[in-house]
């Protein structure tokens, strides 16, 4: 029953009593427009107020059959379309694909084009993380100042994309047994240049939002990922290791070359949005300190295995190759009929699996903190949809 | 001290904007379209058609790998045949490649045996047609092989060489004539 108010008398009450007035839940639809978004990704969320009781992530409007066409193109066909997996990284997928192939085909890497590769993919890890902490705060409100401080930084590393590969975002540059063409040593000296500049940045990154207070009351104690549901749930990449769990794949496997390289694990104790955003951060300090020593070992050699692109047949079997892409394991499973295109291709894209645990990490939070924890998740479409 | 992170922040900012004012480094776009950046030598964006001297004079035989191998198929070709007995010559009638299809992965000019079509760096490309409008024909796609010196000299000059290198092991043969016939159409 809706007490009347009143204006007169000592009944007078700005808002009516708790119960007073019947309450429903109600249903949004955030997507697939929305700028938090991270391009075309839907979120029905059912909202109590403020606070989310439900949310179910909505995906799929970016589908256009990657595995699917990877079925009917010959293998050298399918690395361009690597590329725009995950668009923000497309080293690292060239590489996942590659590494898989080349398990299937049993063909060794030059040694030279291991170093390259262990350089192009930790530079590319050097853009997504400090491109997704500008993303992050842009979620949280910060508009466009630490995403442009980021881009300012990736601007140089893709350039150095541009001048190795000819591209500066769909690079399509690595083949099977090594890279499509060798860097030289004016690419190197620039490269150690950008890397030797990149602690700076990052203290300068730091100095502008680690300590922020707005940036604590946002992201701490938010959108809490339990240790064992993340294990359950197969979270992969930073999300994992914000977690406390130690389980990096450059590590656990020692895919490449990775064994060769003095670098540590971050991980995070809570798990939240703060522990997910500041592993990054240290991340990107270890990776600087890979493509140090890379940068300085690098040997002089050919720079592929001389594998012929044209007709190249993989000998029949399945197969599945996986690295740690810097959003968690990119995994290829393929299986060869002994022709030249596969037989079934499948992308086990990180971005989509750590998306299936957003509902959890988003009940009983704000509204305006389910966009911040969904920035956290860092994901692309392109590699979410396929 | 609360506010302490934000001050420190808003110190950065400060630092950025005012060392603009003197320092060029930190002054990180340029002024497009009067001031541009210079293309690194290897920069790529569409495929074109290289030719020795005059626009006749191709490198392109026709044998249609590039066709077979592009991943989003956008190179459409046909065989040239002679008007007299009908058989084919070894030179393209039509070579269309749609860019709004083309994907820039330069897959065609990796396993091109001919060294026939090579990537651009053309960019400013904006069309209002939708329909056809970016598709390159033939002529459109002929570029000569001193353009291709220009944007690419360190490729151009192996490129060269190793040309003249297979016409020298096939004396009197031109480079037209050292690769597999075309496929029967």
Known sequence: MIQPLTTTGSGYELMPKEGAIETQTLEVSMGPHHPSTHGVFRMDVVLDGEEVTRLKPVFGYLHRNHEQLAEQMNWLGS?????????????????????????????????????????????????????????????????????????????????????????????????????????????????????????????????????????????????????????????????????????????????????????????????????????????????????QQALCDIPEGPFDAGVKMRNFKVPAGDGYGRIEAPKGELGFYLVSEGGTRPYRYHVRAPSFINLTILENMCLGHKVADAMVILGSVDIVLGEVDR | MFGHGLLQGLIVTARNFIRSYFDPERLTTVQYPEERVKLPENSRSFPFLVYDGAPDNLRCVACKICEQECPPQCIYIEVERDPKTGKPVRRPRVFDIDYSVCMQCQICAEVCPFDAIKMDQVYELAGTNRFGGMLHNKSALLKSNEYYHQIHPTEADEVDAHLSQSRKKMPGATALSTGPKPPNV
């Open chain 1, 79 to 291: 690395i361009p379309f690597t590329d725009r997996l995950d668009y923000f990284c497309s080293m690292s997928n060239n590489w996942a694909y590659c590494h898989a192939v080349e398990q299937l085909a049993g063909i060794k890497v030059a040694e030279r084009a291991e170093y390259i590769r262990v350089i192009m993919a930790e530079l590319t890890r050097l853009i997504n993380h400090s491109c997704l902490a500008g993303f992050l705060l842009s979620d949280a409100g910060a508009w466009g100042t630490p995403l442009l401080y980021a881009f300012r930084e990736r601007e140089k590393i893709l350039d150095l994309f541009e001048a190795a590969s000819g591209a500066r975002m769909m690079c399509n540059y690595m083949r099977f047994g090594g890279v499509r063409a060798d860097v030289d040593d004016d690419w190197l000296a620039a490269a150690r240049k950008v890397v030797g500049n990149y602690p700076a940045f990052l203290d300068e990154l730091e100095a502008l939002i680690t300590g922020n207070e707005i940036l604590l009351a946002r992201t701490q104690h938010i959108g809490i990922l339990p240790r064992e549901l993340a294990i359950n749930a197969s979270i992969t990449g930073p999300m994992l290791r914000a977690s406390g769990v130690d389980y990096d794949i450059r590590k656990v496997d020692r895919y490449g070359i990775y064994d060769r390289f003095d670098f540590r694990v971050p991980l995070g104790e809570v798990g939240d949005v703060y522990d997910r955003y500041y592993v990054r951060m240290l991340e990107m300090r270890e990776s600087v300190k890979i493509l």
